[in-house]
């Protein structure tokens, strides 16, 4: 009971302070955009008379003190508005959404080839570490964290798309929409789109897995509940994935989820290179053109995405393992 | 005791290089780059730098042992005419100064920080730890990008690409300190608690003094492996942000920027261009990280004992 009651108290503390530093990231925002932005130029284009300007300034609000406008920026942003976009003249929120599904498509199908190959190999690598197997992986694994993500792109589009042409080099290809979702999930040419970006963008998260996965793997290994599990007459193969591999997994929880910022990053330079049209993508349009609306509205939401991961990760941590983060409650 | 290291250590890198050949390989790879990068100027038969050197009847060509090359141009030239051997030579210049001056920053940020929360610790402390704790938990890739964006954004591309080496080094520099940090600050803290350590404290040795001149010296192996592998990062870094456009202009282009303005011009057939300037990269990088691997074998206090 007390443990339950801890538990939650753990919790509301972590949302408390994911809510305090989304207000410090929307703070900062504003201040991005109150120092680089002119909302009047935007608005008007630049001849127009000042009288004009002044009263669309006092209409907007833009004569009042700082503290009011913050106010009323927190206060749109809290209803969704965080702005107008310059280049698309739409709510800039709108604009990130409708992007938002190519970006998690990409990072979805990179996820899946990462998990489907980092475990097995990881695991290999603890159990067998002096075959030619496993110093294999290894060694190739020091090539895939040595070689930048967007050459192994490049790379990847010479070899499949330039000389044997078997697969597109750009863009999403044929989507679906579902709702308010376009997925290129559901067609064979929205497939045959994502197998570049999605293996270029793995490339660089596998190596970093197996190795965490190897790691973790040999800590416990060492452990004493190991050995018992074996003199108990439990086979190697239980022993390790259905004890070994359970507790190796929950740190690996923690680090993969602290990766966020990270991920969003590799994503950024994956998209670039294949032109996947995905926020990223958008980002770096929004930078060349200087829509400074887009751009802080880009910051709040990765900032979002950053926080909400990490809430999650402590949490998810907390519930596998009551220990963690129970003494200071 | 550091004389007998000066007089074994040539016989006992000879020994580590024929166990570890790889290493050896990487080290003759990285010198001859770092060597030939640092003649830039003697060795390029061109000033990449010069927009009215090159010629745009040049532009496009192949490297010498492809067809319908220029003998002049050894690695063939790019969209503008520019000769690609004297771009390479002069863009690994810069990527190497890059990313050993923003870990020159990393370690003159962290290493004093470290030492002194291994130090002093108590409150000081819990403050340095904490600090580094929140600024890796910022992914450095991704605040390089946020902070050379608004930079972008706010001033304009013209500022950008005139201020594009302070600015990569300050950005680099600034994101991973925690790194030299953590590493002094446990380093330090083994050798606080030495007989030696208390030797010069009971000789009346202040507290500054003992850290510069007695812990720091001791500590130097883990902080020149970490060094080595933070390069590697710096490097690829600045590649990956001049790649973005964020980072070194196409008028004074690194090996990013080449591979970016390259991979314009592979789907006209002229892969060498992104190809070139990519494959040195990666040389540069795989040879770092070898190396400081071997690096940490070779200075590794255990293997002394064996």
């Known amino acids: 009971m007390q443990a339950i009651a801890a538990g939650l108290s753990f919790v509301g503390r972590r949302l408390m302070q994911a809510a305090l530093v989304m207000l410090a990231i929307l703070i900062i925002a504003f201040a991005v955009k109150d120092a680089l932005g002119d909302p009047l130029r935007e608005i008007l284009g630049e001849a127009v008379p000042e009288a004009q300007r002044e009263e669309l300034r006092r209409e907007l609000g833009l004569d009042r003190p700082w503290p009011e406008q913050l106010a009323r920026y927190l206060g749109g942003a809290v209803k969704g508005d ?5 280049i698309y003249k739409r709510p800039t929120l709108g604009v990130i959404l409708a992007k938002f599904p190519a970006s998690f498509e990409l990072v979805l199908g990179a996820s899946l080839i990462v998990l489907l190959f980092s475990v097995p190999a990881g695991v290999y690598c603890a159990v067998r570490p002096r075959t030619r197997g496993a110093q294999l992986i290894l060694g190739l694994s020091v090539l895939g964290i040595s070689i930048p993500v967007f050459l192994t792109g490049i790379f990847l589009i010479t070899l499949f798309s330039v000389w044997l042409g078997w697969l597109p080099a750009f863009g999403r290809g044929d989507t679906v929409r579902l709702g308010f979702w376009d997925t290129g999930l559901l067609t064979w040419d929205g497939l045959k789109h994502l197998i570049l970006p999605a293996l270029t963008l793995s490339s660089i998260m596998l190596p970093l897995f197996i190795r965490l996965v190897r790691g973790a793997m040999l800590d416990e290994l060492g452990h004493d509940y190991v050995r018992t599990a074996r003199a108990k007459g439990a086979s190697p193969l239980r022993v390790w994935l259905a004890h070994a591999l359970r507790n190796a997994l929950l740190p690996l929880v923690a680090i993969g989820g602290l990766q966020v910022g990270t991920l969003i990053a590799y994503t950024l330079l994956t998209e670039t290179v294949f032109q996947w049209p995905g926020m990223g993508f958008l980002f770096l349009e929004a930078v060349t ?41 | 005791m550091s004389a007998e290291i000066v007089r074994t250590a040539p016989r006992a890198l000879l020994a580590f290089a024929a166990e570890r050949p790889g290493a050896a390989l990487a080290a ?107 600024q890796l938990s910022l992914s450095t890739l991704m605040m390089a990008i946020i902070v050379l964006a608004l930079f972008r954004a706010g001033l304009g591309g013209e500022s950008l690409s005139r201020y594009a ?23 330090a803290q083994v050798e606080a608690v030495k007989d030696y350590v208390r030797a010069a404290r009971a000789l009346g040795g202040t507290g500054l003094g003992i850290v510069t001149r007695h812990i720091l010296p001791n500590i130097l192996s883990p902080l020149i492996v970490l060094a080595t592998t933070q390069i590697a ?22 090996l990013g920027t080449l591979i970016r303005s390259g991979y314009d011009l592979m789907f006209a057939g002229a892969w060498w261009v992104t190809v070139l300037p990519g494959l040195v990269l990666i040389a540069v990088l795989i040879s770092v990280n070898v190396l400081g691997d071997a690096l940490r074998d070779l200075l590794d206090p255990r293997r002394v004992a064996r």
Not at chain 2, 165 to 187: C, D, K, Q, S
Not at chain 2, 233 to 254: C, D, H, N, Q
Request: charged share 15%; net charge negative; no cysteine.
């Open chain 1, 82 to 86: 965080l702005g107008t976009s310059t």
């Open chain 1, 289 to 329: 053109r200087a829509d400074i609306p887009l751009i802080t509205t880009y910051l709040v939401f990765v900032g979002l995405l950053f926080v909400v991961t990490n809430t999650i990760v402590d949490i998810v941590s907390l519930m596998l393992d009551p220990r963690i983060g129970l003494e200071g409650a």
């Open chain 2, 28 to 134: 003759i790879v990285l010198g001859s780059i770092a060597f030939a990068a640092a003649l830039a100027p003697l060795l390029a038969p061109q000033d990449p730098f010069d927009l009215t050197s090159f010629d745009l009847l040049d532009a496009g060509l192949p490297p010498a042992w492809l067809k319908g090359s220029d003998p002049r141009f050894l690695l063939g030239t790019d969209a503008q005419g520019r000769d690609l051997f004297s771009a390479i030579l002069y863009g690994t210049r810069i990527s190497l100064i890059v990313g050993v001056l923003a870990v020159a920053i990393q370690a003159a940020i962290g290493v004093p920080l470290g030492l002194l929360a291994a130090y002093r610790g108590g409150r000081v402390d819990t403050v340095v730890t904490r600090a580094a704790d929140i």
């Open chain 2, 165 to 187: 080496v302070p600015l990569l080094v300050v950005v680099i520099g600034v994101a991973e300190w925690p790194y030299f940090a953590r590493t002094a600050r446990a380093a």
């Open chain 2, 233 to 254: 990062g710096a490097i690829m870094a600045e590649a990956a942000l001049s790649f973005l456009g964020l980072g070194m202009p196409v008028t004074k282009p690194s």
